[in-house]
C-alpha cells in the first residue's frame, strides 16, 4: 500500500510518500480501506518528533479515516455483529496511529458508520475532534444547557466542532479567532459572540458579554499565559479544560481565586488512553451527535482537502494558522 512515513525529525518537507505492507488487524480490530484521512495538530508534532505514538501503535501519523472495512481478526466476528458493523460497510475511525495510509487497522469499538448523507471526506474529519471535545467539554467540564462556553481558537478543526456541539447542548458560545475573517466564520456556524483576540482582551471582553458573572467552562489550546486570564474570567464554579500547550506548557495561576470561585482546573490527552475508554466515548457520539449529524444540526467543516501524496503541502498549511475548519488527505 501507499502510506505518508515520518524520514526524520523536522518540517513538512520530511514527511515521505513510500510502500508499506498491508497491516493485519489483531484481535478485536479491523482493516480499513481507507478513503480519507483527517489532518490534526498531533500529526504536526509528531513529525516534529515531540509527540511519538504509543507503545504498539503505527509509526505512521494520522489519527482519524474514513473507508470500507476490508477484512477483521478471525476470532472478532461476533464482536463486529454485535458492534452492529460488517465487512464492506463504510466507517469512521479513531486511531492511535497509521492513519496516512492507503489501509489502516482500528479497534472495532473505535468505528462509527459514516453518518447518512456524509461522504468519506466529511466523515474522516470527524472522529479526532469529536472524540476530543465530547471527552473533555462533556464528559470532563460537564458543561449543560444555559451554560457558557468559552473555545480558544474557535475556528480550529476542534473549535468548529466544540461550537457546534455546545450549541446543540443548548449552551451559550463565546469563540476567540485571529482575524476578522475568522469572527465572523464561527458567528455563521452559530457562535453568540467572536473575540478578535489579536485586538481585545477575550478575559475583558468575556466578563463583558456575561455581565461580569464570566463563563462557565473554557476549552483551551493554548495555556501558558492564557491560564492567569482565562482563571480571572471563569465563574463560580467554573470549569478549565486544558487540551494542548500551544502557547507553552508553564504557567502562573491565582490559587486564592481558585479557592474563592471554587474553580476546576482539569485537561487530558487522548491518544494513549485505552481502547474500553475511546470505545465508550464513540457509543456516546453514536448516541447523542449522530442523529445530530444525519440531521444536519452538527455539520463537518472542511477547509481544505488534498491528495495524500501532498501531505506535506496539508502539515504546512495547518502550521500556517490559515485554515477554518478541518484539512483532509484523500486517497
Not at 279 to 293: D, F, M, V
Request: glycine letters at 10%.
Amino acid at each position: 500500500m501507499h502510506a505518508v512515513e515520518i524520514s526524520q525529525p523536522g518540517a513538512a518537507d520530511v514527511l515521505r510518500w513510500v510502500q508499506r505492507p498491508l497491516p493485519v488487524p489483531a484481535p478485536g480490530e479491523v482493516l480499513i480501506r481507507v478513503a480519507a484521512s483527517g489532518v490534526n495538530r498531533p500529526d504536526v508534532l509528531q513529525r516534529k518528533g515531540v509527540y511519538p505514538p504509543p507503545p504498539g501503535a503505527s509509526d505512521l501519523p494520522g489519527l482519524e479515516v474514513a473507508g470500507v472495512i476490508e477484512a477483521v481478526h478471525p476470532d472478532s466476528l461476533a464482536e463486529l455483529a454485535e458492534a452492529g458493523l460488517a465487512i464492506g460497510q463504510r466507517v469512521c475511525a479513531l486511531v492511535s496511529g497509521g492513519g496516512y495510509a492507503q489501509a489502516c487497522v482500528a479497534p472495532i469499538g473505535q468505528c462509527l458508520p459514516v453518518p447518512q448523507g456524509l461522504t468519506d471526506i466529511d466523515a474522516a474529519s470527524l472522529p479526532e475532534v469529536l472524540f476530543t471535545v465530547w471527552s473533555n467539554v462533556v464528559d470532563r467540564a460537564g458543561l449543560k444547557a444555559g451554560e457558557t462556553l468559552l473555545i480558544q481558537g474557535g475556528t480550529s478543526g476542534i473549535g468548529v466542532m466544540a461550537l457546534q456541539v455546545a450549541k446543540a447542548l443548548g449552551a451559550k458560545v463565546l469563540v476567540t479567532a485571529g482575524s476578522a475573517a475568522k469572527c465572523e466564520a464561527a458567528l455563521r456556524l452559530g457562535a453568540d459572540h467572536a473575540i478578535a483576540y489579536r485586538e481585545q482582551d477575550f478575559s475583558t471582553e468575556a466578563l463583558r458579554l456575561t455581565d461580569g458573572r464570566g463563563v462557565d467552562v473554557i476549552l483551551d489550546m493554548v495555556a501558558g499565559d492564557y491560564v492567569a486570564r482565562e482563571l480571572s474570567c471563569l465563574a463560580e464554579d467554573g470549569r478549565l479544560v486544558i487540551i494542548a500547550v500551544q502557547g507553552g506548557s508553564k504557567a502562573s495561576i491565582h490559587a486564592g481565586l481558585i479557592l474563592q470561585r471554587r474553580l476546576v482546573i482539569t485537561g487530558s490527552a487522548l491518544r494513549a488512553r485505552s481502547v474500553a475508554f475511546k470505545s465508550a466515548i464513540a457509543q456516546a457520539l453514536k448516541q447523542h451527535i449522530w442523529p445530530r449529524i444525519a440531521s444536519g444540526q452538527i455539520r463537518p467543516v472542511i477547509h481544505a482537502v488534498l491528495p495524500a501524496s501532498k501531505a506535506a503541502e496539508a502539515h504546512a498549511l495547518m502550521e500556517s494558522g490559515q485554515h477554518i475548519g478541518k484539512i483532509v488527505l484523500a486517497w
